[in-house]
Nanobody
């Protein structure tokens, strides 16, 4: 049973930084792409960033390019999202997701369809 558990959310001010973590268990993820999504109140879930677990290639939504960095620690089976220069419009519940047999770019282009697993989310609130 694959489990994805997010952590690291909280309340910050605009311009601050925050790092989210997603601990993955229950499988070997070598052929997976892992990603971050977010959903603001009243909005649809949107793609944020993805990473290919084995090769480390990445793909970002335009709205976060240059501010957010996705990474993973294979030894710890953990994925991270470093968020810098946060804006109030970044406020959302952030979810991690996993999709087998694909790349980061494919995951981003076809998101949110096709995900095999989702975490339960962690709330990020950015005050102005």
């Amino acid at each position: 049973q694959v489990q994805l558990v997010e952590s690291g959310g909280g309340l910050v001010q605009a311009g601050d930084s925050l790092r989210l973590s997603c601990a993955a268990s229950g499988s070997t993820f070598r052929s997976y792409a892992m990603g971050w999504f977010r959903q603001a109140p009243g909005q649809e879930r949107e793609f944020v960033a993805a990473i290919s677990w084995s090769r480390g290639s990445t793909y970002y939504a335009d709205s976060v390019k240059g501010r957010f960095t996705i990474s993973r620690d294979n030894a710890k089976n953990t994925m991270y999202l470093q968020m810098n220069s946060l804006k109030p419009e970044d406020t959302a519940v952030y979810y991690c997701a996993a999709r087998s047999g694909t790349t980061a770019q494919t995951m981003g282009v076809t998101a949110p369809d096709g995900m095999d697993y989702w975490g339960k989310g962690t709330l990020v609130t950015v005050s102005s």
